[in-house]
C-alpha cells in the first residue's frame, strides 16, 4: 500500500471555482495546493484525503494521482500506464474498470485510449502478482484518465458518487443548479454565520440550503459513504475520524435565517423536505410568492438567486422583463448586497446597474456570469 501519510491528490471542479476550493483544502491542512483550469491538486495523508471529502462544499470529487506522463501515440500511453505503481493501491481481487476523457490530444478516440490503459494496469499487476486473470470481485478502484495537450494523467477515484451528492436531495429531484455550485456563490457572495439570506426565486431550495449549512458549519458530505472507506482499515478509520471531526465544528449560528420564496407551490414542497433532511429546516421560512412582490423583512440582508434563463427566443422577452422587476425590488446599499448568476450577457442591461463584481461560471455546461452588487 501507498505511504497513505504522503498522497499527491487532484480535485476536479466546475471552471470559475479554483479559488473556494483551494481554500477549502489549505483550511483542512492539505499541503502544496496548486489550481489550474477546472482542477486543483494537493497533498496530504488519509486523514486530509477524508476531510476533503466529507468537509468540501464545492470539490465535485477527489482523486489520488497515480502517474503523469506525455503521450502521443498508443504505445507511449500503454508504457506510460503500465509503468505505474498500480499494485501499491489495487489488490488481486479487486475491481478497476477505467474511465476518462482526452481534450487537443493525438491520442482523440476515448475508447480506445480507455481499453489500453486497462490492458496495460491488466499486465502491470499480472507481473506483480504472477497471476494470469483478475476476478474483480473485491473493493471499487475507479480509474479515471485525463489527456489534456498530448499530458497524460491518471488517478484512482476516493468519492464514489460525486460530492455534489450530498443526499438530502432525492435522485429523480432534478434542479437548476448544483450543489456545489451553489456552495462556491455563497463564498462568492461573502455569505457570513450572522447574515440574513434571502432566495426569492429559491426552487428547490439549494441555494438556501447551502447557504444554511455553510451558516451553521454543517458539512455536506457527513451523512454519505464514500469508495475510499473499503481501501482498507486505514482509511475506513480515517473516515470516521473525519466524521467526528466534522460534527465537533457544527455551531447554531443564531444569528442566522433564510427566507426562501417562489411562485411555484410544489417547487417549495419539495425545498422543505430537502431542508428537513439536510439538518437545515429551522433556518429557513419558504413562502410562495411572486418575485415582484419581494422586499427585504430585515434592515439588512444578502440575496443569492438563480432566476430561471431565456433559452427560447419565447421565452427571452419573459426574462428581460423578469430582470428588470428584480432590478427594481433588489435594494442595495450599506449591508444589503445581491448576487445573481445568469447565462444572459446583457443581464446589467435589463436589470439597471453595472454589477461591482462579476465571476464567469459554469452551470453544467451553460456559460454564466455571477453579477454581484455589494454597494
Not at 150 to 174: C, E, F, M, Q
Not at 208 to 215: D, F, H, L
Request: aromatic share 10%; net charge neutral.
Amino acid at each position: 500500500m501507498e505511504d497513505i501519510r504522503n498522497i499527491k491528490m487532484c480535485v476536479p471542479c466546475l471552471l470559475g471555482v479554483e479559488a473556494p476550493i483551494a481554500a477549502e483544502l489549505a483550511g483542512i491542512g492539505a499541503r502544496n495546493v496548486r489550481s489550474e483550469n477546472g482542477r486543483v491538486f494537493f497533498e496530504g495523508g488519509a486523514d486530509t484525503l477524508a476531510d476533503a471529502n466529507i468537509r468540501s462544499r464545492c470539490a465535485e470529487r477527489v482523486l489520488i494521482v497515480v502517474a503523469s506522463f506525455e503521450a502521443h501515440t498508443f504505445d507511449e500511453l500503454f508504457e506510460g500506464t503500465k509503468a505505474a505503481r498500480w499494485d501499491e493501491w489495487i489488490g488481486k481481487t479487486d475491481r478497476f474498470p477505467v474511465k476518462g476523457y482526452s481534450l487537443n490530444s493525438d491520442l482523440f478516440s476515448v475508447s480506445d485510449c480507455q481499453s489500453i490503459i486497462k490492458k496495460a494496469v491488466v499486465e502491470s499487476l499480472r507481473e506483480k502478482y504472477r497471476i494470469p486473470w483478475f476476478e474483480e470481485t473485491g473493493a471499487l478502484y475507479q480509474i479515471q484518465f485525463s489527456i489534456m495537450k498530448n499530458v497524460v494523467t491518471l488517478y484512482i477515484d476516493t468519492s464514489g458518487a460525486a460530492l455534489h451528492k450530498r443526499g438530502y436531495r432525492p435522485a429523480a429531484n432534478a434542479a437548476p443548479i448544483k450543489e456545489t455550485l451553489a456552495a462556491a456563490i455563497c463564498d462568492f457572495a461573502r455569505l457570513q454565520p450572522y447574515h440574513t439570506l434571502y432566495d426569492p426565486m429559491c426552487g428547490s431550495g439549494t441555494i438556501v440550503i447551502e447557504g444554511a449549512m455553510k451558516a451553521m458549519n454543517i458539512a455536506p458530505g457527513v451523512n454519505r459513504g464514500f469508495s475510499f472507506e473499503d481501501f482498507g482499515p486505514d482509511f475506513a478509520a480515517a473516515a470516521g475520524e473525519a466524521r467526528e471531526r466534522a460534527r465537533s465544528l457544527v455551531r447554531e449560528a443564531p444569528e442566522f435565517t433564510a427566507f426562501a420564496s417562489d411562485i411555484d407551490p410544489s417547487a417549495l414542497r419539495i425545498a422543505r423536505e430537502n431542508a428537513k433532511r439536510a439538518g437545515v429546516a429551522g433556518k429557513i421560512r419558504f413562502e410562495v410568492a411572486d418575485v415582484a412582490d419581494f422586499k427585504l423583512r430585515t434592515e439588512k440582508g444578502t440575496i443569492i438567486t438563480n432566476p430561471p434563463y431565456g433559452e427560447r427566443m419565447s421565452d427571452i422577452r419573459s426574462a428581460e422583463t423578469l430582470y428588470e422587476t428584480m432590478g427594481k425590488v433588489f435594494s442595495r446599499g450599506q449591508g444589503r448586497s445581491c448576487s445573481i448568476i445568469t447565462a444572459d450577457e446583457d443581464f446589467e442591461k435589463y436589470f439597471g446597474a453595472k454589477a461591482d463584481r462579476r465571476r464567469k461560471l459554469y452551470n453544467g455546461m451553460i456559460k454564466c456570469g455571477l453579477y454581484m452588487y455589494f454597494k
